[in-house]
C-alpha cells in the first residue's frame, strides 16, 4: 500500500486528516474498507426495501411463483431473495420509479464517504449479465459477456468465491467504478457448457419476439435462472417411446456423434425429436443405422446453424456411407417433417409466420459429363443462425424480418400448386418430370426450380443458359428487390431463396463451361456475397474460375477465407505456390501435407492412372475415389505447368 501522511487529507474524500479516518488503523486498506462497505450498503437497500415495499415485493413473486417450479422451502427462499434484489434493482414501482431510485433518494445523502456515495449513485444502471468466467484473483473475478464477448472485472464482497476459470454463470452487476460489482454473486453452473446456455437463452429471447438475448435476461432473469439447470438435460432417449429398438440406436449415435462436435444441447434435442416424430410417421427398415444419422445430422443442418457445417457428400464420408443414400433419406425426412421443419424455422428466424416451402430443399444437380469442372454441385449447411456465433436455438447473428414484394401477380392458390408440382417433378423421371415442371410454370411464372429443371433436356450448354437465366429473374421478381437488400449475407438460411440460389448456380457453372469466365465468376462472387457460409460449395468452383483467369491473388484469398483441412484445400495451396513461384521448398513442404491428407491424388496428376468417364457416386476422406473427384475437377491446371511431371515424379 502507498504511505501516507497522516496528517495529510485522508485518500476516502471524508475531509478529515489521514490519521483520524483510515489511518487510525494502518493496516486497514481503503480499498477493502469499501469494498466491506459495499456489502454493508447492498444489506442495507434490502432492508429498506422490505420495510417499505415488502408488499409489492411480495406480491410480484407470488405471481412468478406461479410460473417457475419451486419444490422445496429451501428452494423458495433462494428464490425469493434474489427475486427481491432483482425487482429493487429493474422493476418500475406504480410511479415509474425503482426502488433503488427511491433508496438513492432517500439514503444517499446519509453516507459520508464520498467515494461510496458515488458508486451508489451508478447504481441505477446494474446489469444482468451471463457469461464465462475467464480468471478469478482474490476477490475478483475476470468474465466474458455471452452476448457481446465483452470482458469486464467485477468484484465479489465478503463471499467466499467458488465459480471456477471456464465456467457458466448468470449474475447482476452493479457498477463500481470503472469496474462492477455482484448483487448479491455470480451463480455458477460448471456443468453446463456456456455456448449451450448462450444458445438456449438467445433461442428463447427468439421465441418470444425480442430483439436483444440482453434485454431477454434481464425482463426474465428468475425464469431464466430456474430454466438453465435443465439445459442439456432436456431429453431422456432411453425414456421416448420408441417403435422399435433400432430407432433408439440411431438416436443415441446421432446424440454421441453431435456431443462430439460440440454441438449445443438444444440443438441436438431438436434432432432427435425429429427423429422420433419421423419415425413415428413411417415405420422404416434399417439395416444401416448410420445412413440416417448422417441424413439427420445434415437434416438439423438446414435448420439450425452449426459451427461446423458439411455437405453431403462429406457426412456421407464421415459416416461411411453412399453420398446417393444419404441424400435420398435425407430428401424422404425432410418430406416427412416439412410441416414441422417450416414451425422450426419460424421459430429460429422469428417469422411472423413460417413459410411452408417444397420439402425437398436438395434439388437434384444438372452433370454435363466433363473434365476440369466440379463432378457435381452439392449444397452445403448454415454455419448460425453461428457463429457463432448461432444462431437456435443458436447464438449466431439473427436475420432481420423478410421482406417481400407486395406486388404479388400470382395467387397464392396458384403458389401452392406450382410448389406441390415442383416437388413431384423431383420425385419423378422422363416426360412426367418435365411435363409437371411445365405446369408449375404456367401456374407460376415465378417458379424457378421450374426452369432449372426443364434445363435438364436442353441439348445445348447454351439453350440451358438461357433458362437458368429465366430461373434467375424469376427468383428476383418471387423474392422482390428489399428481400436482397434485407437479407443479403444470409440467404442460404432462408428457405425461399433457394431455388433462385440454385438457378444462379448452375447458370454459373454452364457459363464457365463455354468458357465465359468473366461473367461466371461474377455470379459465383455474388452468390457468396448473399450467403458468405457457402452452403453450397461456390468456394471450389470459385476457386478453379480465378486460376482459370490467372487471378491468384484472388484465389489465395479465397484459399483464407475458407481454411480447411482436406486434400483438395491441400493441392489447391500446392498448386498456386508453384503457379506463382514455381518449385520451391515451400512447394516440397506442402506436397509433402498433401500427400499425408491423400497420396492417390499424385497418381492422376502424374498421368500413372486416367480418370474414369463419370466420377464415383461416393469417396471417402484419403482414399482414391476422392483423388478421382479432386482431379477430374482441377487437373486441367495442374497441366499448365511445364515440368510437373518430372518434379512430381521425383519426389
Same mark, same amino acid.
Given at each position: 500500500?502507498?504511505?501516507?501522511?497522516?496528517?495529510?487529507?485522508?485518500?476516502?474524500?471524508?475531509?478529515?486528516?489521514?490519521?483520524?479516518?483510515?489511518?487510525?488503523?494502518?493496516?486497514?486498506?481503503?480499498? $477493502?474498507?469499501?469494498?466491506?462497505?459495499?456489502?454493508?450498503?447492498?444489506?442495507?437497500?434490502?432492508?429498506?426495501?422490505?420495510?417499505?415495499?415488502?408488499?409489492?415485493?411480495?406480491?410480484?413473486?407470488?405471481?412468478?411463483?406461479?410460473?417457475?417450479?419451486?419444490?422445496?422451502?429451501?428452494?423458495?427462499?433462494?428464490?425469493?431473495?434474489?427475486?427481491?434484489?432483482?425487482?429493487?434493482?429493474?422493476?418500475?414501482?406504480?410511479?415509474?420509479?425503482?426502488?433503488?431510485?427511491?433508496?438513492?433518494?432517500?439514503?444517499?445523502?446519509?453516507?459520508?464517504?464520498?467515494?461510496?456515495?458515488?458508486?451508489?449513485?451508478?447504481?441505477?444502471?446494474?446489469?444482468?449479465?451471463?457469461?464465462?468466467?475467464?480468471?478469478?484473483?482474490? $476477490?475478483?473475478?475476470?468474465?466474458?459477456?455471452?452476448?457481446?464477448?465483452?470482458?469486464?472485472?467485477?468484484?465479489?464482497? $465478503?463471499?467466499?468465491?467458488?465459480?471456477?476459470?471456464?465456467?457458466?454463470?448468470?449474475?447482476?452487476?452493479?457498477?463500481?467504478?470503472? $469496474?462492477?460489482?455482484?448483487? /448479491?454473486?455470480?451463480?455458477?453452473?460448471?456443468?453446463?457448457?456456456?455456448?449451450?446456455?448462450?444458445?438456449?437463452?438467445?433461442?428463447?429471447?427468439?421465441?418470444?419476439?425480442?430483439?436483444?438475448?440482453?434485454?431477454?435476461?434481464?425482463?426474465?432473469?428468475?425464469?431464466?435462472?430456474?430454466?438453465?439447470?435443465?439445459?442439456?438435460?432436456?431429453?431422456?432417449?432411453?425414456?421416448?417411446? @420408441?417403435?422399435?429398438?433400432?430407432?433408439?440406436?440411431?438416436?443415441?449415435?446421432?446424440?454421441?456423434?453431435?456431443?462430439?462436435?460440440?454441438?449445443?444441447?438444444?440443438?441436438?434435442?431438436?434432432?432427435?425429436?425429429? @427423429?422420433?416424430?419421423?419415425?413415428?410417421?413411417?415405420?422404416?427398415?434399417?439395416?444401416?443405422?448410420?445412413?440416417?444419422?448422417?441424413?439427420?445430422?445434415?437434416?438439423?443442418?438446414?435448420?439450425?446453424?452449426?459451427?461446423?457445417?458439411?455437405?453431403?457428400?462429406?457426412?456421407?464420408?464421415?459416416?461411411?456411407?453412399?453420398?446417393?443414400?444419404?441424400?435420398?433419406?435425407?430428401?424422404?425426412?425432410?418430406?416427412?417433417?416439412?410441416?414441422?421443419?417450416?414451425?422450426?424455422?419460424?421459430?429460429v428466424y422469428g417469422f411472423e409466420e413460417a413459410q411452408v416451402s417444397p420439402p425437398s430443399e436438395m434439388a437434384p444437380v444438372i452433370e454435363f459429363p466433363r473434365k476440369?469442372?466440379?463432378?457435381?454441385?452439392?449444397?452445403?449447411?448454415?454455419?448460425?443462425?453461428?457463429?457463432?456465433?448461432?444462431?437456435?436455438?443458436?447464438?449466431?447473428?439473427?436475420?432481420?424480418?423478410?421482406?417481400?414484394?407486395?406486388?404479388?401477380?400470382?395467387?397464392?392458390?396458384?403458389?401452392?400448386?406450382?410448389?406441390?408440382?415442383?416437388?413431384?417433378? !423431383?420425385?419423378?423421371?422422363?416426360?412426367?418430370?418435365?411435363?409437371?415442371?411445365?405446369?408449375?410454370?404456367?401456374?407460376?411464372?415465378?417458379?424457378?426450380?421450374?426452369?432449372?429443371?426443364?434445363?435438364?433436356?436442353?441439348?445445348?450448354?447454351?439453350?440451358?443458359?438461357?433458362?437458368?437465366?429465366?430461373?434467375?429473374?424469376?427468383?428476383?421478381?418471387?423474392?422482390?428487390?428489399?428481400?436482397?437488400?434485407?437479407?443479403?449475407?444470409?440467404? @442460404?438460411?432462408?428457405?425461399?431463396?433457394? /431455388?433462385?440460389?440454385?438457378?444462379?448456380?448452375?447458370?454459373?457453372?454452364?457459363?464457365?463451361?463455354?468458357?465465359?469466365?468473366?461473367?461466371?465468376?461474377?455470379?459465383?462472387?455474388?452468390?457468396?456475397?448473399?450467403?458468405?457460409?457457402?452452403?453450397?460449395?461456390?468456394?471450389?468452383?470459385?476457386?478453379?474460375? !480465378?486460376?482459370?483467369?490467372?487471378?491468384?491473388?484472388?484465389?489465395?484469398?479465397?484459399?483464407?477465407?475458407?481454411?480447411?483441412?482436406?486434400?483438395?484445400?491441400?493441392?489447391?495451396?500446392?498448386?498456386?505456390?508453384?503457379?506463382?513461384?514455381?518449385?520451391?521448398?515451400?512447394?516440397?513442404?506442402?506436397?509433402?501435407?498433401?500427400?499425408?491428407?491423400?497420396?492417390?491424388?499424385?497418381?492422376?496428376?502424374?498421368?500413372?492412372?486416367?480418370?474414369?468417364?463419370?466420377?464415383?457416386?461416393?469417396?471417402?476422406?484419403?482414399?482414391?475415389?476422392?483423388?478421382?473427384? !479432386?482431379?477430374?475437377?482441377?487437373?486441367?491446371?495442374?497441366?499448365?505447368?511445364?515440368?510437373?511431371?518430372? @518434379?512430381?515424379?521425383?519426389?
Amino acid at each position: 500500500m502507498e504511505k501516507i501522511n497522516r496528517n495529510g487529507p485522508c485518500p476516502c474524500g471524508s475531509g478529515k486528516k489521514y490519521k483520524k479516518c483510515c489511518g487510525a488503523n494502518e493496516a486497514v486498506s481503503i480499498t $477493502n474498507l469499501i469494498d466491506s462497505e459495499i456489502d454493508s450498503l447492498q444489506k442495507h437497500i434490502l432492508h429498506f426495501a422490505f420495510y417499505h415495499f415488502g408488499q409489492e415485493i411480495q406480491e410480484d413473486f407470488e405471481d412468478l411463483n406461479e410460473i417457475i417450479q419451486i419444490d422445496t422451502d429451501q428452494e423458495r427462499e433462494f428464490y425469493e431473495f434474489i427475486h427481491a434484489i432483482w425487482f429493487i434493482l429493474f422493476e418500475g414501482l406504480d410511479d415509474g420509479e425503482t426502488i433503488i431510485e427511491k433508496f438513492i433518494a432517500a439514503e444517499a445523502g446519509k453516507i459520508k464517504r464520498p467515494k461510496l456515495r458515488k458508486i451508489l449513485q451508478t447504481w441505477t444502471e446494474a446489469r444482468t449479465i451471463a457469461g464465462k468466467v475467464l480468471a478469478v484473483e482474490n $476477490n475478483k473475478v475476470t468474465v466474458a459477456d455471452g452476448f457481446t464477448s465483452e470482458e469486464l472485472e467485477a468484484i465479489i464482497a $465478503n463471499v467466499p468465491i467458488t465459480v471456477e476459470e471456464g465456467s457458466f454463470f448468470v449474475g447482476i452487476l452493479v457498477p463500481y467504478e470503472q $469496474n462492477y460489482v455482484f448483487f /448479491p454473486s455470480p451463480f455458477d453452473l460448471p456443468d453446463l457448457k456456456p455456448e449451450d446456455a448462450f444458445t438456449y437463452i438467445e433461442a428463447s429471447s427468439l421465441e418470444s419476439d425480442y430483439d436483444s438475448a440482453q434485454e431477454y435476461l434481464t425482463d426474465f432473469f428468475l425464469e431464466v435462472l430456474s430454466e438453465l439447470p435443465m439445459v442439456g438435460n432436456l431429453l431422456d432417449i432411453d425414456e421416448m417411446d @420408441w417403435p422399435a429398438p433400432i430407432y433408439k440406436e440411431v438416436a443415441d449415435t446421432f446424440k454421441q456423434t453431435m456431443e462430439s462436435h460440440d454441438v449445443p444441447a438444444p440443438i441436438v434435442d431438436t434432432g432427435v425429436i425429429l @427423429w422420433l416424430s419421423f419415425c413415428q410417421k413411417k415405420q422404416k427398415r434399417i439395416q444401416n443405422p448410420k445412413l440416417y444419422v448422417a441424413a439427420l445430422h445434415y437434416l438439423v443442418s438446414t435448420i439450425a446453424p452449426l459451427e461446423k457445417t458439411y455437405t453431403q457428400k462429406e457426412l456421407a464420408q464421415q459416416y461411411g456411407v453412399s453420398t446417393g443414400s444419404v441424400s435420398s433419406i435425407f430428401t424422404e425426412m425432410e418430406t416427412v417433417l416439412h410441416q414441422e421443419i417450416a414451425e422450426l424455422i419460424g421459430i429460429v428466424y422469428g417469422f411472423e409466420e413460417a413459410q411452408v416451402s417444397p420439402p425437398s430443399e436438395m434439388a437434384p444437380v444438372i452433370e454435363f459429363p466433363r473434365k476440369g469442372a466440379p463432378a457435381a454441385v452439392e449444397t452445403r449447411n448454415p454455419e448460425v443462425l453461428q457463429d457463432s456465433n448461432v444462431q437456435t436455438l443458436t447464438a449466431v447473428e439473427t436475420p432481420t424480418k423478410k421482406v417481400k414484394s407486395s406486388d404479388r401477380k400470382v395467387s397464392r392458390r396458384d403458389e401452392e400448386r406450382a410448389r406441390n408440382l415442383i416437388y413431384d417433378a !423431383y420425385q419423378s423421371d422422363g416426360q412426367q418430370r418435365y411435363k409437371l415442371a411445365e405446369e408449375a410454370v404456367k401456374l407460376n411464372p415465378n417458379c424457378s426450380d421450374a426452369y432449372v429443371i426443364l434445363a435438364e433436356k436442353t441439348k445445348s450448354l447454351e439453350e440451358a443458359i438461357l433458362l437458368y437465366e429465366k430461373g434467375i429473374q424469376a427468383g428476383k421478381r418471387e423474392l422482390g428487390k428489399a428481400f436482397f437488400e434485407e437479407n443479403k449475407g444470409y440467404f @442460404w438460411g432462408l428457405i425461399e431463396t433457394r /431455388p433462385f440460389m440454385r438457378a444462379k448456380l448452375h447458370y454459373a457453372e454452364a457459363l464457365s463451361l463455354i468458357g465465359e469466365k468473366t461473367e461466371a465468376i461474377h455470379q459465383y462472387e455474388e452468390l457468396l456475397e448473399l450467403n458468405p457460409m457457402d452452403n453450397q460449395g461456390v468456394r471450389y468452383s470459385l476457386f478453379v474460375a !480465378y486460376i482459370d483467369a490467372e487471378d491468384y491473388k484472388k484465389a489465395e484469398d479465397l484459399l483464407k477465407q475458407y481454411e480447411e483441412e482436406s486434400a483438395q484445400a491441400s493441392y489447391n495451396q500446392l498448386l498456386l505456390e508453384i503457379l506463382k513461384r514455381g518449385f520451391t521448398a515451400k512447394a516440397v513442404k506442402l506436397l509433402k501435407e498433401a500427400k499425408k491428407l491423400n497420396k492417390h491424388v499424385i497418381t492422376y496428376l502424374t498421368g500413372k492412372k486416367r480418370l474414369p468417364a463419370y466420377p464415383p457416386d461416393y469417396c471417402g476422406f484419403g482414399d482414391e475415389n476422392e483423388a478421382i473427384v !479432386y482431379a477430374d475437377m482441377h487437373l486441367h491446371l495442374w497441366t499448365r505447368i511445364d515440368g510437373l511431371q518430372e @518434379w512430381l515424379k521425383g519426389k
